[in-house]
């Protein structure tokens, strides 16, 4: 089953305005983390933004932020103000344990594409 | 401070050739990762080290082997290539400080294809 679900293959933006992108994940363990990379088209993975589960605030990073509803185990990427340079696949993850050691899980990530 | 190095960045292989792929990090991390990334595909793990001497496998471990001699390096080794291994390989780095795993650092990636 998956764990990590990204269900916008692609989303569009206009230049300055603000998009979330969905992610839903899937696990029994209580202590998890949730990451956000960005992959540009130059193929680097760029970290973004990491969330706790037993973190008491959303977290925020810049323009960035994370809509975390844990019991709808869904964490949402916020950016706000976009940028021609947003433009990218992005990718949620989640850390869980596996095997008495700590994993990332990636989702099959979302296509944006910031219009000006 | 270089982060996580990656060499090559793209390779192209005939079916049944072997070849290493190079990851050094110089952040004294204790746990690296390896990743293919299948086109329009998120990540999945194909091996991974807690420590020097210490690896396991992940989710896609078939067709590969690492070693973990040292803290900076962790050479992946494809044995006999097959098309199916065509992809994009991240090698990743964590301090994983406590057991705690927070960001990862990935390397810049190394494009192989398999003719």
């Known amino acids: 089953a998956q764990k990590i679900t990204q269900t916008q293959p692609g989303m569009f933006v206009q230049e300055k305005e603000a998009v979330t992108l969905d992610c839903t994940y899937d696990t029994s363990d209580p202590s998890y983390g949730l990451f956000w990379y960005k992959q540009p088209s130059s193929g680097e993975m760029i970290f973004l933004i990491y969330?706790?589960?037993?973190?008491?605030q959303n977290a925020t990073e810049g323009r960035y932020s994370l809509n975390f509803q844990k019991a709808r185990k869904s964490a949402n990427l916020v950016i706000s103000a976009s940028q021609l340079g947003d433009s990218a696949m992005y990718f949620c993850a989640m850390r869980e344990l596996q095997g008495g050691s700590e994993k990332l899980v990636f989702g099959k990530g979302t296509k944006l594409t910031v219009n000006p | 401070n270089a982060g996580v190095t990656q060499t090559p960045k793209f390779r192209i292989l005939k079916i049944g050739q072997s070849m290493t792929l190079q990851c050094t990090q110089d952040?004294?991390?204790?746990?690296m990762y390896w990743y293919r990334q299948d086109p329009g595909m998120g990540l999945k793990l194909i091996y991974y080290?807690?420590?020097?001497?210490?690896?396991d496998k992940g989710e896609v471990p078939n067709g590969y082997n690492v070693s973990r001699s040292t803290t900076e390096d962790f050479p992946l080794r494809l044995e006999l290539a097959a098309p199916s291994q065509t992809s994009v390989y991240f090698c990743a780095s964590s301090p994983a400080e406590g057991g705690v795993l927070n960001e990862q650092f990935f390397g810049p990636g190394t494009r192989l294809t398999v003719l």
């Open positions: 952040m004294n991390h204790n746990y």
């Open positions: 969330q706790g589960s037993y973190d008491q």
């Open positions: 080290s807690v420590g020097a001497g210490i690896t």
